[in-house]
């Protein structure tokens, strides 16, 4: 690999600032990267939540598919960091599996790690976590997936 860490996070990032809305408008962030490893976070956001009553005392939760977008998007984009040229690489989902483990009440953030990188399949696995009010963070969903790797000719 030729890029650094630092090059491959600031290339992401910028793709989804200026090429994908739907990421953009989630508020994604591309918070580390690492070898085999890599953290986005989406913060809490009333329009991603839930429609229900309220009880006053507390906020509404954030709705799963939401989770599910982060899964799915870093699970994807982790397999950057075992190309040998990331910026002109890419994946794109073969199967997903989401596991939901209690309601997201605050920012999520969600680390995958790749478990194997094929020369064309890749299986990453992801865990989220999610803040409190109280400012605690606690794990609300898991994930898995496969993905369909499009190495450059470098590779």
């Known amino acids: 690999m030729t890029e650094s860490y630092d090059q491959i996070h600031a290339v992401l990032q910028g793709y989804i600032d200026e090429n994908h809305e739907f990421l953009s408008w989630l508020g994604a962030t591309v918070e580390s990267v690492d070898d085999g490893r890599m953290t986005m976070a989406i913060p809490y956001d009333e329009k991603l939540t839930n429609t229900r009553p309220s009880n006053g005392d507390r906020r509404p939760d954030i709705h799963g598919g939401v989770a599910a977008t982060l899964i799915d998007t870093v699970g994807g984009i982790v397999f950057h ?17 989401v596991n939901y483990l209690r309601p997201a009440t605050g ?49």
């Open 81 to 97: 960091t075992d190309f040998d040229d990331p910026i002109d690489a890419g994946a794109a989902t073969i199967n997903l599996n």
């Open 107 to 155: 920012d999520l953030e969600a680390t995958a790690r790749i478990i194997r990188a094929g020369s064309s399949v890749g299986v990453s696995e992801i865990m989220v976590e999610s803040t409190t009010p109280d400012g605690e963070t606690r794990e609300v969903a898991t994930g898995q997936g496969s993905y369909r790797l499009f190495r450059s000719a470098r590779d």
